[in-house]
């Protein structure tokens, strides 16, 4: 049972673009929600994240929007750079004070110069 | 600031077969994560330490992983013995204490059983 669902595997878009990258959950306890972003050979490392009381946060390029009703959360990229190409993994944890994190599938990004 | 070291970085093993995983957390982080990521899968928390004591270990296999963290500060994940469908990445992170939502994670063991 899947509860943090990444539904496409992967994703290309041009450098310069807008990349968007979905997430849905089904789990209602989820209260916190990250983004986490992989090099190939290298462990995932911290993206940004949102709490439950924001439908919105920013941080420089990365944008991560959350819709509770509908158990979804999107992260947007812009401008893209191909930098960016890796695994971008969604993230949920429930419970105040402790990070137990479940992972989505993660997508593919692919930028293309 | 040195990152989550971890050894070895590969091991090939039969199945059948004992195997060790080691890690060296940032240092100062109270909190330590054993992640399993079988490919083409997202990591899946295995056991979480704070400090040298188990916070949450009920996805560990444990009739054949074990893992400690005697001294509080690294840990080591052992798994004996190994079946086919151990093949995976073992990935190990740390936190600066149980609140904290920033998982520094190691570069990971990816482990292959024959």
């Known amino acids: 049972d899947q509860q943090v669902k990444q539904n496409s595997p992967s994703l290309s878009v041009q450098e310069g673009r807008i990349s968007i990258l979905n997430c849905d959950y089904t789990n209602s306890m989820f209260d916190y929600f990250l983004w986490y972003k992989k090099y190939p050979a290298e462990g995932p490392t911290f993206l940004i994240s949102?709490?439950?009381?924001?439908d919105k946060n920013e941080d420089g390029r990365f944008t991560v929007f959350l819709n509770k009703s509908a158990k979804h959360l999107s992260l947007h990229i812009v401008p893209s750079q191909p930098g960016d190409s890796a695994v971008y993994f969604c993230?949920?944890?429930?419970?105040?004070?402790?990070?137990?994190?479940?992972f989505g599938k993660g997508t593919k990004l692919s930028v293309i110069p | 600031e040195a990152g989550v070291a971890q050894s070895p970085r590969y091991k090939i093993i039969e199945k059948r077969q004992s195997v060790a995983f080691w890690c060296n957390p940032i240092?100062?982080?109270?909190?330590l994560y054993w992640y399993q990521q079988i490919l083409g899968q997202g990591p899946k928390l295995l056991i979480q330490?704070?400090?040298?004591?188990?916070?949450?270990d009920s996805q560990l296999p444990k009739d054949r992983f074990s893992a400690e963290r005697l001294k509080g500060v690294d840990s080591t994940l052992k798994i004996q013995p190994a079946k086919l469908e151990d093949s995976a990445v073992y990935l190990c992170?740390?936190?600066?204490?149980?609140?904290?939502?920033?998982?520094?994670f190691g570069s990971g063991t990816q482990l292959s059983v024959l």
């Open positions: 993230a949920a944890s429930s419970g105040a004070g402790s990070y137990q994190l479940t």
């Open positions: 240092s100062g982080h109270a909190t």
């Open positions: 330490f704070q400090n040298n004591g188990v916070v949450d």
């Open positions: 949102i709490s439950s009381i924001k």
């Open positions: 992170a740390s936190s600066r204490d149980r609140a904290s939502e920033k998982l520094f």
